[in-house]
């Protein structure tokens, strides 16, 4: 069993190299070795923070585009309404506009109407007077062809304008 334990010398000599070891590690290693892992953790806190601020901007960002898609939406719909409302006006301004020329079209087709109308009266009426004076002068010739008839007429004609 001697050979599973080191001997009193060799523990020795382990242990002074040990201590050697660690001296010398702890004058010219230890210190640039923790000053890397302490610039190693600076700089993972940096990114960490630096993720951070990101992370928030990009929330503020998210933020700002549902804000601002909201007002375009917002916009959007105005604008909407607002054509909408123009479309509708100008409809209404043209269905009165039409209405308006039709009623005038109207009101002067009337007044045409009742011009020729009241011209073709003039003409019935000065053909039926040219009619009954042709009558009339027919049946005069026709009646007033003997002498008789001429005295009789006369005569009447006289009692009549004695009586007005």
Same mark, same amino acid.
């Given at each position: ?87 509708? =006006? ?7 506009? &039409?209405? #308006?020329?039709?009623? +005038?079209?109207? @009101? /002067?087709? !009337? *007044? ?14 000065? =053909? ?7 009558? &009339?002068? #027919?049946?005069?010739? +026709?009646?007033? @062809? /003997?002498? !008789? *008839? ?15």
């Amino acid at each position: 069993m001697d050979f599973l334990l080191p001997a009193n010398g060799l523990l020795f000599w382990q242990v002074v190299i040990f201590l050697s070891l660690v001296f010398v590690l702890g004058k010219f290693a230890w210190k640039p070795i923790l000053s890397s892992l302490k610039e190693r953790e600076e700089s993972i806190q940096q990114a960490l923070d630096q993720a951070e601020k990101a992370k928030q901007e990009m929330a503020s960002l998210k933020s700002d585009n549902e804000k601002l898609l909201k007002e375009a939406r917002e916009e959007r719909d105005k604008i909407l309404r607002d054509a909408r409302s123009a479309a509708n =006006q100008i409809h209404d301004e043209a269905q009165n506009s &039409a209405k #308006k020329t039709a009623d +005038k079209i109207i @009101a /002067d087709a !009337k *007044a045409v109407i009742n011009t020729e109308k009241a011209a073709a009266l003039r003409d019935v009426k000065a =053909q039926v007077a040219q009619f009954s004076l042709e009558i &009339a002068e #027919k049946l005069i010739k +026709k009646n007033l @062809a /003997d002498d !008789k *008839a001429q005295k009789e007429l006369t005569e009447s004609l006289i009692k009549d304008f004695k009586l007005n």
